[in-house]
Every structure is written in C-alpha cells, then in structure tokens.
C-alpha cells in the first residue's frame, strides 16, 4: 500500500490530453514539493517534473504539473505513442523522514 | 555527462549480506544528496535510503531500518549500501539515483540498476 494514491491505469487516443492523479497528505504533498517521474518499459525512471510544476531541461512542454493542497496533477497534451508509460509522483515526507511514492499509473495510448 | 553505474549485486540466500556500489562521475559528487530506489519485480518504485552530500547524515525506509546502511566515499566518488538480514521481500532492481541540489526532494539522474536477489 503506497503512501501516495495514484490510479493504476489511464488510457487516451493520439493527440488527446489526459490527467494523472496523486493523492497524499498533510506530511508529504501538503508541505512539500511534489516530483513526477515516467518510466518507459524496461528503463530507469526519468525526472519528468520538478519541485509541483517545473520541467526539467529536454522534457517537452506538452508535460505540466500541478497541486492543490494535498493533491497534485500530472497532465500530458497532444498523447503520442511514445508516451506509453508509468508515472509516479513523489515527494518527501515529514512524518516518516523518507521520501513516499505513488504506486505509479500505467498510461496506454489507444 | 552525468553517469551513475551500480555494482555488487546478484543472488544471496535469506539472512546474508551483500554490498552495493555506485560510481559516480560527470559532477561535484560531495555536493549532492545520494538516494538508493529499488523495485520489485512487476511493483512500483520503493525509496530505501538518503545520504547529504557532507554532513553524510542518513535516513532510511522502516522496511530496511536496523538491516541496510549507506554510505559513501566521496574522495572516491563512490555511494555504498551494505544490505545484511536480507529478506526474499528485499529482492528487487536497486537504482542509486542523484538528488536534484534543491530541497525538493527529487531525482535528476538515476543509474541503470542492479539485480539483487534473494533465494535460497
């Protein structure tokens, strides 16, 4: 059971915007920044977004992060096949002194 | 460029010990907080330890607490995580990853994993 609430799967045609939920709390997304990471099929995860809703370098602005309160969103426009993926959101927590994960969303583009 | 390459894992039976490595290179190694992720077979990612950049203070997930520690020589730019009572549960894919430099908790650079598995 993971610390972080994500759905366990989202699907969307090409071309389409889809959002991706994490639900947390008042120890983890509440009072800190949340981070999200895609982990295309065989590979190491990837820092999609950081600190709520900033883009690393080389990630495309079709990627955007959002929170509110103890929630977080993770929205993905103009869906290319490519971006069949797992997402996990993150972020630290200061009840447990550790960082928590969501149990990740597996993003099928239809 | 940033390059993380983990090493020391492979098969161990229930109650031993193995030590990982990741060596680092490509940036200030002392400068930046250290992670250890795993992942389970099939599962989702799993955070297991923080090392600070100088202080080296350290923190740890409840699940690992007591068993693992890391450490890390940054004269040789190298993270460690010494893994003892290990546990079929602690088999996984275990990345060492860089923090980001910001408070945010993050990871920037992840290195391409090692198989720990544990069976007897």
């Known amino acids: 059971q993971s610390v972080l609430t994500q759905p366990p799967s989202a699907s969307a045609t090409p071309g389409q915007r889809v959002t991706l939920s994490c639900s947390g709390s008042?120890?983890?997304?509440?009072?800190?920044?949340v981070n999200w990471y895609q982990q295309l099929p065989g590979t190491a995860p990837k820092l999609l977004i950081y600190?709520?809703?900033q883009r690393p370098s080389g990630v495309p602005d079709r990627f955007s992060g959002s929170k509110s309160g103890t929630s977080a969103s993770l929205a993905i426009s103009g869906l290319q096949s490519g971006d069949e993926a797992d997402y996990y959101c993150?972020?630290?927590?200061?009840?447990?002194?550790?960082?928590?994960f969501g149990g990740g969303t597996k993003l099928t583009v239809l | 460029e940033v390059q993380l390459l983990e090493s020391g894992g492979g098969l161990v039976q229930p109650g031993g010990s193995l030590r990982l490595s990741c060596a680092a290179s490509?940036?200030?190694?002392?400068?930046?907080?250290m992670y250890w992720v795993r992942q389970a077979p099939g599962r989702g990612l799993q955070w297991v330890s923080f090392?600070?950049?100088?202080?080296?203070?350290?923190y740890y997930a409840d699940s690992v607490k007591g068993r693992f520690t890391t450490s890390r020589d940054n004269s040789k730019n190298t993270l460690y995580l010494q893994m003892n009572s290990l546990r079929a549960e602690d088999t996984a894919l275990y990345y060492c990853?860089?923090?980001?430099?910001?408070?945010?908790?993050?990871?920037?650079?992840w290195g391409q994993g090692i198989l720990v598995t544990v069976s007897s």
């Open positions: 990853a860089k923090g980001t430099g910001r408070s945010d908790a993050g990871f920037d650079y």
């Open positions: 490509g940036f200030t190694f002392s400068g930046y907080a």
């Open positions: 090392i600070a950049g100088s202080s080296g203070r350290t």
């Open positions: 008042s120890s983890n997304i509440g009072s800190n920044t």
């Open positions: 600190s709520d809703t």
């Open positions: 993150a972020a630290w927590d200061d009840s447990l002194n550790g960082v928590v």
